[in-house]
């Protein structure tokens, strides 16, 4: 028996001591727990013997960073992750408090279980076994952790974009994905960007009766249905003028993969999604739509009067929330400005609208063929006792694309989390499986970089 397997125990407790801190980082009453969290994750990467660990302060929340760098003449990998978490709510659909870690069956659940306190600990408890077993790690080891990745990520794309010596390594590793399945191991080789915006529409200076001015006072709640419909049509495709243009289709043999991967779009729609059929282009596969195409989601809109019993007011403001994820080629910058001028175009007269960008990250698309992704595709299939598939995600991690662009290094997208973990909604969880076996699977890639 390996140490791994001695102290799952042990790890367990270390996950479950994390989970139940709130670092919830969208809202400031947590600040102090967002502190917290640090602290906590610094003072393990010390006790997984790193030589060093810190906090880095500056603009925004704190990043931990630690490190181990005595293997000369190794390749050297930054390990990267994220202690915030998003907000619980809604709370009262939870069957657990969030906060409070629970075990059912071989799920742990509680906010961050899966994203991404768990894989956090995932790569900390790697690290420990292999320094616990001999002394010594086969690469040089940093860690770069940071606690706005749920917020945008500021304070981190400004540390990396200054190219601090420190961060100088041959890839990332990142563990804030999932498994196509269960025991499947999976490597992602792409991701979505996202541009996350606020649309404000302004009608009159104060809300009107709408008897009394009805049928000639503009509307913001019904300028932003127009806003939000003009962008997106019945059928999925997107209408924003040039958004497609520089959108790059999956390669044959890449959509030859997806076709042969285990899959049921039954369960996946009713079971997963909870939902009862399927939306978007009807030309377009299933995996292409969610993995390699653009979109435009509408996340709430407030405006007016949506209390008990009945008000006839015509409200004098209303707001959306709205986001874009882009892919493949797509430019971040060139996206915000068409963005911004189909709001604008489509705004209807009698009121105004702002656009405002909350925050923003690129697509990215790695080469299966990389040697370090080659490393981690071959230490999941020995862990797991099966061939690793390859699959891009529909989801976003900023700092892919900032490692990329600003240190030049490829990001090795090695997750464990399960496609019904429940991420940002009520009862996530964590397949506890996945978690052991993952500490194990990071802890033999790191081997077989050494090698």
């Not at 408090?97 to 956090?120: H, L, S």
Request: aromatic share 8%; glycine share 10%; charged share 25%.
């Amino acid at each position: 028996m390996t140490y791994y397997q001695e102290h799952q125990s042990e790890f367990l407790e270390s996950l479950k001591a994390f989970l139940r801190i709130p670092s919830i980082s969208a809202l400031t009453e947590h600040k102090p727990d967002i502190r917290r969290a640090a602290e906590f994750a610094k003072a393990q990467l010390l006790g997984a013997g790193m030589t060093s660990a810190e906090l880095i302060e500056g603009e925004g929340n704190p990043l931990v960073y630690g490190e181990w760098l005595g293997a000369p003449g190794k390749p050297t990998v930054l390990f990267y992750g994220h202690y915030d978490v998003q907000p619980p709510d809604p709370l009262d659909e939870w069957k657990s408090a969030p906060f409070e870690p629970e075990i059912r069956g071989e799920d742990i659940f509680a906010r961050g279980a899966c994203d991404d306190k768990g894989q956090v600990m995932i790569q900390i408890k790697a690290v420990e076994g292999l320094m616990r077993g001999t002394g010594k790690l086969p690469v040089n080891v940093k860690f770069l952790l940071e606690g706005e990745e749920e917020t945008g990520g500021e304070h981190i794309e400004a540390y990396v974009k200054s190219k601090p010596p420190r961060l100088k390594a041959d890839a990332a590793i990142v563990c804030d994905t999932e498994m196509f399945a269960p025991n499947l191991p999976t490597i992602c080789i792409g991701l979505r960007g996202l541009v996350y915006y606020e649309i404000a529409v302004e009608g009159a200076n104060h809300d009107l009766h709408s008897g009394v001015y009805g049928g000639a006072a503009p509307n913001p709640v019904m300028a932003i249905a127009e806003i939000l419909c003009a962008l997106k049509d019945r059928n999925g495709h997107i209408q924003i003028p040039g958004f497609y243009d520089r959108v790059v289709p999956p390669a044959p043999k890449e959509r030859d993969a997806w076709a042969r991967l285990p899959f049921d779009e039954k369960e996946y729609t009713e079971k997963e999604m909870g939902a009862r059929e399927l939306v978007g282009e009807p030309n377009v596969p299933l995996f292409e739509r969610v993995w390699a195409r653009p979109t435009v989601e509408v996340h709430g809109i407030k405006g007016g009067f949506v209390g008990e019993g009945a008000k006839t007011v015509i409200p004098a403001r209303a707001l959306a929330k709205v986001s874009t994820r882009l892919v493949g080629d797509q430019r971040v910058d060139e996206a915000i400005e068409q963005f911004t001028a189909a709001v604008k175009a489509a705004c209807p007269k009698g009121v105004t609208v702002e656009v405002r960008m909350l925050s923003a990250g690129a697509p990215s698309l790695t080469n299966p063929d990389n040697a370090f992704i080659q490393a981690a595709a071959d230490a999941m299939k020995e862990v797991f006792d099966k061939e690793t598939v390859y699959i891009r995600s529909g989801g976003s991690i900023p700092i892919v694309g900032v490692f990329d662009r600003y240190l030049g290094i490829p990001s090795v997208l090695m997750g464990f989390g399960l496609p019904d973990d429940n991420l940002h909604a009520p009862n996530e969880k964590f397949h506890l499986p996945n978690f052991y076996r993952g500490i194990e699977a990071v802890g033999k890639y790191l081997e077989l970089l050494g090698r």
